[in-house]
């Protein structure tokens, strides 16, 4: 009944694998989002997604890549891993920009 | 681009009134929110404030706004254990689409 759910919670790689994380929302939004939180705790947007087409993409390295395969999933690629990619990444859903976001618990992701 | 800064620690006594200070730098935000992530969880939206506002109050939880100063703080009245976690201030101009968060303030309460 989890209604933003991320898997795996934990996932520990090392350097230059690729991997994914994936996100699914049964809330029937059409927003989602991810998320990246550093060491420091700081917060920072990386993507967003309305409606299957990327609307936001900071200034993210081009190794991460989105991929939603319908509304109700947005997953995360992640190609030639870096130690500088360890970090906690949060998936979140919202109904239309404008509403509240509700958040996944986060995949910490370790890379050795 | 936006910039966010909270204090990164307050500890309070159970029952003690918490406030948690958020400054922001662009003019234009239009919504701002607080979010609670306890350990090992995800993020949860407390509450939030418009622009055209100047306080909110939801229960144990009071939003004051300062558009002037662009100062934002969350009380809370009558800190319980429970309230132990980060609460992250957010600010957007747009929606959830362009949230910027802050660092996060790490409240600890003692018994």
């Known amino acids: 009944d989890t209604a933003v759910s991320q898997t795996p919670k934990y996932l520990v790689t090392q350097m230059g694998n690729d991997k994914s994380i994936k996100c699914e929302q049964n809330?029937?939004?059409?927003?989602m989002y991810w998320y990246k939180q550093d060491s420091k705790k700081f917060l920072k947007i990386m993507f967003s997604y309305n409606n299957k087409e990327l609307i936001i993409n900071e200034t993210v390295p081009n190794r991460f890549s989105p991929k939603s395969p319908d509304k109700a999933h947005l997953n995360l690629h992640i190609n030639s891993l870096e130690l500088g990619d360890s970090a906690v990444y949060f998936c979140?859903?919202?109904?239309?920009?404008?509403?509240?976001?509700?958040f996944g618990q986060g995949t910490r992701l370790t890379v050795v | 681009g936006e910039d966010v800064e909270q204090s990164l620690f307050l500890s309070v006594r159970e029952g003690d009134s918490s406030v948690i200070n958020c400054t922001y730098t662009?003019?234009?935000?239009?919504?701002l929110y607080w979010y609670k992530q306890e350990p090992g969880a995800g993020l949860q939206l407390l509450t939030y404030?418009?622009?055209?506002?100047d306080m909110k109050q939801d229960q144990r939880l009071t939003v004051l706004l300062n558009k002037k100063d662009k100062h934002l703080s969350l009380r809370i009245a009558d800190t319980q254990t429970g309230d132990s976690a980060i609460y992250f201030c957010a600010v957007s101009n747009s929606g959830y689409s362009t949230l910027t968060f802050g660092k996060g303030t790490m409240l600890l309460v003692s018994p």
């Open positions: 809330l029937g939004h059409d927003t």
């Open positions: 662009d003019s234009s935000s239009t919504y």
């Open positions: 404030i418009f622009s055209n506002m």
């Open positions: 979140a859903s919202s109904l239309r920009e404008d509403t509240e976001a509700f």
